[in-house]
């Protein structure tokens, strides 16, 4: 990448902050606009259209960001604010998230089975986790019950980290078998496991220790944030360095660190939440820039219709069927499971993939790809009009169990700034 390039990239950021607030209130999200401008960037006649990142640029990009936001989401797990709620979050992340990806992964394999079963777990495990900084619409109305918010926003953080490991076996297991002596699945076990050990040392280590230095007056205000942001990719890294998975490890770290670090330490998460802002602006570009007219080009049938039943019956029937006696309406039922945007993770399992096997990615970055494409513009420009709706009709209901008080989680950095812009800033 040449001086030109990164200038053309640094400005398209700049101008996003710009113009931000006014494309939001015309339903262009970040996603959008900045996978519109990886296409335009790499593919479009002009001084870059031969601009492709390579293998080591997509590798750094997509673990750095994925770390900061597993670390980042994991942060939120504080099991004394989950009480309220932790049947309903059971139910959707302990039982409707595995029945996702199990779904996911039979379908696959029924579409692709030239693929064999790793690829299809690759497929169904890599796009069940959800975004809800898709649907910012949806998280800025009040008139959303903030019970039903808070399920969403929930879901939708930690469902990334549960997926992972279903993700880093499925990439193991066809890394197996296209690369003889590779270690194979009981080496990415191994892998997994001292990642959680690692993760939890240091992670909650580092949460004990910035607790007691703040309380001693021993942290410097203005560094407390960098602090945590450098910790993060020290749990990461340590794991990586003792031949650990690093991904679990920030999962992990970020919970530790969340439990332990206390409350006062909350307000610093949202450094680590913008840095990983900024870096998935920069992965959805890339983003654009790799997949998209590849996976346009080779669209089949196959795709299509897998497309289509990932975004409705492969997420909408596991939610239905878990929230089964939860005493949430059907109106509420559809609504949660058609809000599971596919996003950033998905597009980063997929990044991480293509560097990890080559080719041998290409059929499963083809599905996630058009997927994810897909989810983009459908859940972007429906969150706005279907919150609208089943806010209305929830009012007409106003003794529903919807309406029950829980505490307030405020939402990630990213969601919460892209709500504030869709209202206009």
Do not use: H, K, N
């Given at each position: 990448?040449?001086?030109?390039?990164?200038?053309?990239?640094?400005?398209?950021?700049?101008?996003?902050?710009?113009?931000?607030?006014?494309l939001q209130r015309l339903d262009l999200t970040a996603a959008i606009l900045f996978i519109a401008a990886g296409v335009l960037l790499a593919h479009a006649p002009g001084p870059m259209e031969d601009l492709r990142p390579g293998p080591e640029t997509i590798k750094v990009m997509a673990e750095v960001t994925l770390v900061l936001v597993l670390f980042s989401d994991a942060t939120r797990v504080r099991i004394a604010d989950f009480r309220a709620d932790l049947g309903l979050y059971a139910r959707l992340l302990g039982a409707g998230l595995p029945l996702t990806i199990a779904l996911g992964t039979g379908v696959a394999y029924a579409l692709f089975p030239g693929g064999g079963v790793w690829q299809a777990l690759l497929i169904g495990a890599a796009l069940a986790p959800t975004d809800a900084a898709l649907g910012a619409a949806l998280m800025s109305n009040p008139a959303v019950p903030a019970r039903i918010r808070r399920l969403i926003n929930v879901e939708s953080g930690l469902n990334d980290g549960i997926a992972t490991p279903f993700v880093m076996l499925a990439i193991a297991g066809l890394s197996t078998a296209e690369k003889a002596g590779h270690g194979g699945l009981l080496d990415a076990l191994t892998e997994l496991a001292l990642g959680a050990l690692v993760g939890g040392g240091v992670g909650g280590l580092g949460g004990e220790l910035l607790r007691r230095a703040r309380g001693r007056g021993w942290a410097a205000e203005g560094f407390a944030g960098p602090a945590v942001l450098g910790l993060a990719l020290c749990t990461y890294a340590t794991a990586v360095a003792v031949h650990g998975n690093g991904f679990i490890a920030a999962f992990v770290g970020g919970t530790a660190f969340g439990n332990l670090s206390g409350r006062e330490n909350e307000?610093?998460?949202?450094?680590?939440?913008?840095?990983?802002?900024?870096?998935?602006?920069?992965?959805?570009?890339?983003?654009?820039?790799?997949?998209?007219?590849?996976?346009?080009?080779?669209?089949?049938?196959?795709?299509?219709?897998?497309?289509?039943?990932?975004?409705?019956?492969?997420?909408?029937?596991?939610?239905?069927?878990?929230?089964?006696?939860?005493?949430?309406?059907?109106?509420?039922?559809?609504?949660?499971?058609?809000?599971?945007?596919?996003?950033?993770?998905?597009?980063?399992?997929?990044?991480l993939a293509l560097e990890e096997l080559g080719a041998a990615a290409g059929p499963a970055l083809q599905v996630i790809t058009v997927t994810v494409l897909l989810s983009v513009f459908a859940h972007g420009v429906t969150a706005g009009p279907l919150a609208g709706v089943y806010a209305a009709h929830m009012r007409a209901q106003p003794t529903a169990q919807e309406h029950v008080p829980v505490p307030d989680l405020p939402p990630r950095a990213l969601t919460r700034q892209q709500a504030f812009l869709a209202r206009g800033g």
């Open positions: 990448m040449g001086a030109t390039d990164f200038a053309v990239i640094a400005g398209t950021v700049f101008a996003w902050g710009v113009f931000s607030a006014r307000r610093l998460v949202p450094f680590v939440e913008e840095s990983g802002g900024l870096a998935s602006l920069l992965v959805w570009m890339l983003f654009g820039a790799v997949a998209v007219v590849p996976a346009i080009e080779g669209l089949t049938w196959q795709v299509a219709i897998y497309a289509l039943l990932s975004l409705t019956a492969l997420r909408m029937v596991p939610v239905a069927l878990v929230c089964v006696g939860s005493g949430l309406g059907r109106a509420t039922v559809a609504f949660t499971g058609w809000f599971g945007p596919r996003g950033l993770a998905s597009v980063i399992f997929a990044l």
